[in-house]
């Protein structure tokens, strides 16, 4: 066997996981009429037609679905070989491709991730934001970072990271004129800034010392989707907000807002890592998972905040006697 018995092994594979010359050539960064002619030089070499072609399509013949399975084994045992030397290197290099929540990934994850790129001059970061669930393979991720316990499968790893707690908030005034509450019942009354995704309105839970679930009634004249506007319209006095605490921190420790309700917390938003099985990871991917598995949990608010004593509307408006 000689070197060239490799030549184009790739770009084969790449063209049946890609399903076309098109897609493949896209993913290689090359034409595809060079993508269409390395195909032909290996079909020339092994003298055996790989694929039925038609102005539009690709398929495999008999011929190409034997040799495929045996180049993709092949390409593994390869990639796995050049993981294990990458997993022994002593620098941390190469590019990380990592998807993360938008809010959750820019405000908590994504300022980790940079700290561990100033440590590595050599890591690059490619860092993709965004709320819908990923295909961590099909697409390719090194990593991916997802809020609520991802399902089973054989294919990914997962390792929990952090617990996210939620708290009920309204600003000052808004606390003043309508009254505080006391008890989940109570937000019945009050103007709830609900959060709607996927045309759904998501509940506000909450549990009790005896694990005991209520999702609590609401009413509500304003609906989001997404949790910053909530957090704008809640500060402008506009309703109560129910959000993650990382989101409102700030505010509440400038007296923007208040939390209320904290002797009936939400069940926390457990918080994963999730990446592909392999047998060995490349040392830029292990040092990225334990980097955030050490650090993520301690970025977020670790108590509840206080919640202060708000004086009502009259008393505000009180004045002196004569």
């Not at 595809?32 to 070499?45: C, G, H, P, Q, W």
């Not at 709607?196 to 005896?210: G, K, P």
Request: net charge neutral; glycine share 6%; with cysteine.
């Amino acid at each position: 066997m000689t070197r060239d018995s490799f030549d184009g092994l790739g770009v084969f594979v790449e063209v049946v996981e890609a399903g076309g010359f098109s897609r493949a050539a896209e993913r290689l960064a090359l034409t595809r009429s060079a993508v269409a002619k390395t195909i032909a030089r290996l079909e020339e070499r092994l003298g055996v037609r790989l694929f039925h072609r038609t102005t539009r399509t690709q398929t495999l013949t008999e011929d190409g679905h034997a040799y495929f399975e045996h180049c993709q084994r092949a390409l593994q045992e390869v990639r796995a070989g050049q993981a294990l030397l990458d997993s022994g290197r002593r620098e941390v290099r190469g590019t990380l491709k990592i998807s993360m929540p938008v809010l959750f990934g820019r405000h908590c994850v994504a300022p980790l991730l940079l700290e561990l790129a100033a440590r590595h001059p050599d890591l690059a970061l490619d860092l993709r934001f965004s709320d819908a669930v990923v295909d961590v393979i099909g697409e390719r991720f090194d990593l991916a970072v997802r809020n609520g316990r991802p399902g089973d499968s054989g294919a990914l790893q997962t390792r929990k990271v952090a617990e996210q707690r939620k708290v009920v908030c309204a600003a000052p005034r808004y606390l003043a004129a309508r009254g505080v509450p006391e008890t989940i019942a109570d937000l019945a009354e009050h103007e709830a800034l609900a959060y709607w995704r996927n045309e759904q309105l998501f509940d506000w839970t909450f549990v009790d010392a005896d694990g005991a679930r209520t999702i609590a009634k609401l009413n509500w004249r304003f609906q989001f989707d997404d949790h910053e506007a909530i957090v704008d319209a809640a500060v402008k006095g506009l309703g109560v907000a129910w959000v993650p605490d990382w989101l409102v921190r700030e505010h509440i420790e400038a007296g923007r807002l208040q939390p209320i309700l904290n002797a009936h917390p939400a069940p926390p938003l457990e918080t994963y890592l999730v990446w592909p099985a392999a047998r060995t990871l490349p040392l830029r991917t292990r040092v990225a998972i334990d980097w955030l598995a050490a650090r993520l949990q301690s970025a977020l608010p670790s108590e509840p905040p206080a919640t202060p004593r708000v004086e009502p509307s009259s008393a505000l408006h009180e004045t002196s006697g004569p």
